[in-house]
């Protein structure tokens, strides 16, 4: 089964209202008619609404970088999914390794989100990933298995259709350190054999796995070329219109080969 090649930014704190829009309306230009690959970003939450609005009528996907799995309530500061859908955007990516490292959630956190996140018709990025030092002692595989098995518990196999994973090496991300693209495919193909293992050959095949952690323009065309990477989730250089617009260009010319 061919998977559509999925590049996402994460903006993560970093926009203003003005840049957002500048970005936006940049990117309209220079992807206007791409239908070979999905694109989109993760925006700040305060620039939900507006972001949406700006991307309207074109194939520019907005999502926010977390949600909280209550629908309503006493939960300052936290938004629920329906608020997200009701700003216009229809993604929403769970699990960030600063999410995880930063601000202490938990596998069985993240779970509760992805399940909410899914009841409320979000397209969901679930994002996982080894530290460096999970990484020297062997324990590459076991983190993410462990963070895929959690994160997904409850999750059936027909909701794995609007499910992405993202497989970011957390020594990887904003160093500049890419993985090489043997290490990504090593890990994706891994994720693949755990995902069949819980839902079957056919929904592994047809499930993208997106890789996260410096990608940028020059070692995009390598890391798409591996088998089991189905796209990126990139940080600093979705910033840019120019780098952001190399990336899904790199991703239309391997979805043509
Ligand atoms: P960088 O592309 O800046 O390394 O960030 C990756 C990332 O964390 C995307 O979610």
């Known amino acids: 089964m061919a998977r559509k090649i999925f590049i996402a930014g994460n903006w993560k704190m970093n926009t203003t209202l003005e840049s957002g829009a500048a970005l936006v309306a940049g990117l309209k230009e220079t992807l206007a008619g791409i239908d070979t690959v999905e694109f989109g970003a993760f ?26 799995f209550e629908p309503k309530g006493a939960f300052t500061a936290e938004i629920s999914g329906d608020m997200i859908k009701d700003c216009g955007a229809t993604m929403v990516l769970l699990g960030h390794s600063e999410r995880r490292h930063i601000f202490g ?57 609007t499910i992405t994973i993202a497989y970011e090496p957390v020594w990887a991300i904003g160093t500049g350190e890419v993985a090489t693209p043997d290490q990504a495919q090593e890990a994706h193909a891994y994720v693949r054999s755990i995902l069949a293992d819980m839902f079957g050959a056919e929904v ?52 043509a080969k």
Do not use: H, W
Not at 44 to 52: F, S
Not at 56 to 62: I, L, R, T
Not at 133 to 148: D, I, M, S, Y
């Open 105 to 161: 959630e938990t596998d069985e956190l993240i779970n509760t989100k992805v399940q909410k996140a899914l009841a409320d018709g979000l397209q969901v990025i679930l994002a996982i990933g080894e530290l460096l030092e999970e990484r020297k002692a062997g324990e590459t595989n076991a983190v993410n298995e462990r963070q895929l098995r959690k994160g997904l518990a409850g999750v059936t196999a027909e909701q794995m259709a």
């Open 43 to 68: 925006v700040p939450a305060c620039y939900l609404g507006a972001t949406a609005a700006n991307a309207a009528g074109s194939n520019f996907q907005v999502g926010a970088q977390n949600m909280y």
């Open 204 to 255: 592994a095949d047809a499930t993208r796995i997106q890789y996260g952690g410096s990608m940028n323009p020059g070692n995009v065309e390598n890391l798409l070329a591996q088998p089991d990477v189905d796209g990126g989730l990139i940080g600093g250089a979705s910033l840019k219109v120019e780098d952001f617009t190399a990336l899904i260009t790199a991703g239309v010319a391997e979805a």
